[in-house]
């Protein structure tokens, strides 16, 4: 297996300098003690990122003044609650570059969102002799579904292979692509390999032979701004946690011309338009696939995690990830016996690696004494760990919020595990 000498430069947007006293100071959690009382530096981004105190007071405000079902009440609470949550999806719909807030769906995550075009497009749309093509690298959750779908179907399930470095390999792309292609479901960022796709290169290639493409956007929308439009995909899901926003709120974006097309996956209240003993028809979209009371709270605080992040600014916490990841690769790379997975030209946010002789859960166990919060282990990635024959690696993962000395903290860990175990 072939490593190239170079990985990862800081390659996003301006070298503003941030306040980062003052942000740290924003996320009470980052000032919390890990084990032994040692500081605690928290490196598990891409699992879940930790939460401003802008979206956890959001969070609490809601409950404390404005807490009522929306839609449904002509109360006053109602009626403040709806406004909000209506709010939101405006917001959210500007930050991902939608045509309009009808093309949002809120989800429970991207698990959600991805299951939800497989469950209601897919398993209405797809027929024997089409086909689905995913990508070795995908997480689980943008690979099951399809699997699922397709025997559900009778389509079939294909895989764009990846390369030493963990880039897609196009040229085999370009073969498994073909007329038969209804859609191509893509991750715009790997959260086992932190590799940056050309999603936008490859969206054209897909559309053109006539299939729909899907984008796994969990590790892009908290690392570079989004736009849809750009990309040129038909559907792009994403999840609230780890966009400094709470846990079970997620995103589906939908184009709209599609998502008009598409059943309800799920039924209830909130979701019909009219019912009778008889039969029942749909509220258009997004109403359409949200049956049932949604995530209010989850929802507002979703908000204000985008207020927030668009304060920092998207550009900037993209350069500041790549200086993060561009020093930690270096230092890592050189502590002997380190071997990286994932060393893809274009890369985002997360360092994955293995050392020698050692099982990566005993160097995580080792860097958690050291109050370093890292996950070790298959990243819900299983294919991509027999891709590069190892059972599970060692992730960092990091968010605008890290520092240089975390890195050092992180480093120090590595080679006292290499010590300990090596
Ligand atoms: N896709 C990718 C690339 C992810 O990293 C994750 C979360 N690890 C998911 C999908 C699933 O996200 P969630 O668990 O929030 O639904």
């Known amino acids: 297996m072939t490593e190239p000498a ?39 981004n891409a699992a879940t990122s930790q939460k401003p105190r802008q979206v956890i007071d959001a969070v609490s405000r809601f409950y404390a003044s404005e807490n ?25 719909a500007r930050f991902l570059g939608a045509g309009s807030p009808s093309e949002i769906v809120f989800t429970r995550g991207t698990t959600e969102a991805i299951n939800l075009v497989a469950q209601s497009w897919g398993r209405t749309s797809l027929r024997p002799g ?49 007329d038969r292609t209804r859609l191509f479901a893509v991750g715009h960022v790997s ?24 984008v796994d956007g ?5 690392h570079f701004p989004i736009d849809v439009a750009e990309l040129g995909c038909d559907f792009f899901a994403c999840s609230g946690h780890k966009l400094f926003g709470p846990t079970g709120i997620g995103v589906l974006y939908g184009r709209k011309a599609i998502l008009d097309e598409m059943p309800p996956w799920q039924t209830g209240g909130d979701m019909v338009e009219r019912v009778t003993l008889e039969g029942s028809t ?23 995690a985008i207020d927030y992040v668009e304060r920092v600014g998207l550009d900037v916490i993209g350069h500041r990830e790549g200086e993060l990841l561009g020093r930690a690769t270096e230092l890592v790379r050189a502590i002997p016996g380190v071997r990286l997975v994932g060393t893809a030209r274009e890369k985002a946010a997360v360092l994955s690696f293995v050392l020698d002789g050692v099982h990566p859960h005993d160097v995580g166990t080792v860097l958690d004494d050291e109050g370093v919060a890292v996950r ?45 175990f090596g």
Not at 158 to 172: F, H, M, Q, S, Y
Not at 197 to 206: I, K
Not at 282 to 299: K, L, N, S
């Open 376 to 420: 070790a282990g298959h990243h819900c990635a299983q294919p991509v760990m027999r891709r590069f024959g190892v059972p599970a690696t060692v992730r960092a993962s990091f968010a605008f919020y890290n520092t240089a000395d975390e890195i050092d903290a992180l480093v120090r860990g590595v080679e006292r595990a290499r010590a300990v």
């Open 191 to 214: 959260n086992a390999l932190g590799t940056m796709n050309p999603v936008r290169e490859l969206a054209v290639r897909a559309r053109a032979r006539g299939a729909l493409v899907l």
């Open 282 to 304: 749909w509220a258009p979209p997004p109403a359409r696939f949200e049956a049932g009371t949604p995530p209010i709270a989850e929802v507002i605080g979703l908000a204000a």
């Open 218 to 222: 969990a590790q892009s929308a908290p």
């Open 68 to 92: 009522a079902n929306i839609h449904r009440g002509l109360h006053f609470l109602s009626e403040r609650a709806t406004a909000a949550f209506d709010v939101a999806r405006e917001k959210v």
């Open 6 to 44: 170079t990985v990862a430069p800081p390659r996003h947007g301006p070298a503003t300098p941030l306040d980062i006293d003052g942000i740290r100071a924003d996320f009470p959690i980052l000032g919390t003690a890990a084990r032994d009382g040692r500081p605690l530096v928290y490196l598990d």
């Open 130 to 178: 089409d086909e689905v093509l995913v990508t070795e690298m995908e997480h689980h959750a943008n690979l099951v579904p399809w699997q699922v779908v397709c025997e559900q179907t009778g389509a079939a399930f294909r895989a764009v292979p990846i390369t030493d470095r963990g880039e897609l390999n196009l040229d085999a792309f370009d073969r498994l692509l073909t």
